[in-house]
T-cell receptor, first 112, second 112 residues
Framework: NAGVTQTPKFQVLKTGQSMTLQCAQD?????MYWYRQDPGMGLRLIYY???????DKGEVPNGYNVSRLNKREFSLRLESAAPSQTSVYFC???????????FGPGTRLTVL | QKEVEQNSGPLSVPEGAIASLNCTYS??????FFWYRQYSGKSPELIMS????GDKEDGRFTAQLNKASQYVSLLIRDSQPSDSATYLC????????????FGKGTRLSVIA
C-alpha cells in the first residue's frame, strides 16, 4: 500500500515552460487536493476534487489547472511557469468528505 | 475568511518535559480538528484528530478541544528530541462543504 505518490520529486523549469505534476492514491479515497507550501505562508490550497468528475478552486488557483483523471489520479498543470510558482507542492487525499487528509511526499519545483 | 492561528515559535522545551501547542480558529461552527507533524523537508503526517469537546489521548499525545473558546491544543508528554518538528493545526468548518483550513504551524525544538 503506497498511499499517496507524487512525481516528480524535484523539477527545475525556466520561466514560460509548462509541466504537469502527477499524483495518485491507492486508498480508494474520494477526495484529492493540491497544496503549495512556502516559507512563512503555511499550506495553501490550490485546487481540490471532492469526488471523481468534480474540481474546485482553492485559495491560490491562478496560474494552475487540474484534471481528475479517475478516482486514483489528480494532476496539476502549470501552463506557463513563473518564478512566483517556485514552491513545494503537496498532493493529499481523504476518504470521507474533507476529513482526515493523507499527504504525498511532495514535489520541489524551482522556476528560474 | 476562516482562519486558524498558531504561534510560529520556536517553542523550546527540555527533553522529558511537556510541550504545549495551541491553536485558535475563527469559524465558531467548526466540527473537526486535526494535528499534523511535519519534519523539515518532509510532508505533513496526521498524528491526532478530535471531534468533540474534551481530551483525547494517544500514547504521549493528548489533544484538547474547547469549542466554546474556539481553542484546540496538543500536549506532548515526555518530549523527545525526535519530536522536534513543525506542528500544524487544521480545522474543518461548519459548512461541511469546504476542505481543511491549516494554521501556519508552530516549530517545536526539544533540547537534549
Amino acid at each position: 500500500n503506497a498511499g499517496v505518490t507524487q512525481t516528480p520529486k524535484f523539477q527545475v523549469l525556466k520561466t514560460g515552460q509548462s509541466m504537469t505534476l502527477q499524483c495518485a492514491q491507492d486508498m480508494n479515497h474520494n477526495s484529492m487536493y493540491w497544496y503549495r507550501q512556502d516559507p512563512g505562508m503555511g499550506l495553501r490550497l490550490i485546487y481540490y476534487s471532492a469526488s471523481e468528475g468534480t474540481t474546485d478552486k482553492g485559495e491560490v488557483p491562478n496560474g494552475y489547472n487540474v484534471s481528475r483523471l479517475n478516482k486514483r489520479e489528480f494532476s496539476l498543470r502549470l501552463e506557463s511557469a513563473a518564478p512566483s510558482q517556485t514552491s513545494v507542492y503537496f498532493c493529499a487525499s481523504s476518504g470521507q468528505d474533507y476529513n482526515e487528509q493523507f499527504f504525498g511526499p511532495g514535489t520541489r519545483l524551482t522556476v528560474l | 475568511q476562516k482562519e486558524v492561528e498558531q504561534n510560529s515559535g520556536p517553542l523550546s522545551v527540555p527533553e522529558g518535559a511537556i510541550a504545549s501547542l495551541n491553536c485558535t480558529y475563527s469559524d465558531r461552527g467548526s466540527q473537526s480538528f486535526f494535528w499534523y507533524r511535519q519534519y523539515s523537508g518532509k510532508s505533513p503526517e496526521l498524528i491526532m484528530s478530535i471531534y468533540s469537546n474534551g481530551d483525547k489521548e494517544d500514547g504521549r499525545f493528548t489533544a484538547q478541544l474547547n469549542k466554546a473558546s474556539q481553542y484546540v491544543s496538543l500536549l506532548i508528554r515526555d518530549s523527545q528530541p525526535s519530536d522536534s518538528a513543525t506542528y500544524l493545526c487544521a480545522v474543518i468548518g461548519n459548512s461541511g462543504n469546504t476542505p481543511l483550513v491549516f494554521g501556519k504551524g508552530t516549530r517545536l525544538s526539544v533540547i537534549a
